[in-house]
């Protein structure tokens, strides 16, 4: 090979796509059984965290794109999941709000996470635990 460092073996980038899709199509059979996608799912799981928050609020905490979350939150409200309202502070800002569907999702989805830490048999809890840290280090860099 003329230039070793194009290796695809050598690539951290070409690891990471492969673990992330990966992880969407693990994720994918569990979330079926909720009526959502993945996005929709990071969403969900920022407002059970906290309902009731600006858009903007939601665009920080989740990273998603935002013309993305404009999508997501339509099809989410078509779903009678959440409500888009006007904040009574400010009315020129949106605040999203879970209905009552979007809150019972939550007791559904909670095995979730321990179903996809179990597709990592190879990793022990204390590795587990230094690749979110090491991928917190990667996305503040990249960020």
């Given at each position: 090979m003329k230039h070793p460092q194009l290796k695809l073996d050598n690539q951290i980038c070409?690891?990471?796509?492969?673990?992330?899709?990966?992880?969407?199509?693990?994720?994918?059979?569990?979330?079926?059984?909720?009526?959502?996608?993945?996005?929709?799912?990071v969403v969900m799981m920022a407002l059970w965290e906290k309902d009731g928050i600006s858009i903007t609020a939601l665009l920080e905490k989740t990273s998603i794109d935002g013309s993305a979350m404009t999508q997501i939150l339509k099809k989410?409200?078509?779903?009678?999941?959440?409500?888009?309202?006007?904040?009574?502070?400010?009315?020129?800002?949106?605040?999203v709000k879970l209905t009552g569907e979007g809150q019972k999702l939550q007791s559904k989805a909670a095995k979730i996470p321990e179903?996809?830490?179990?597709?990592?048999?190879?990793?022990?809890d204390g590795e587990a635990q230094l690749l979110v840290q090491l991928l917190d280090k990667v996305i503040k860099d990249l960020n």
């Open positions: 070409h690891r990471l796509y492969m673990a992330s899709n990966g992880l969407t199509r693990t994720y994918r059979d569990s979330l079926a059984d909720l009526n959502l996608t993945y996005p929709q799912y989410m409200g078509d779903k009678q999941l959440l409500n888009i309202v006007k904040d009574e502070q400010d009315k020129r800002k949106r605040v179903h996809i830490r179990c597709q990592f048999p190879s990793l022990d």
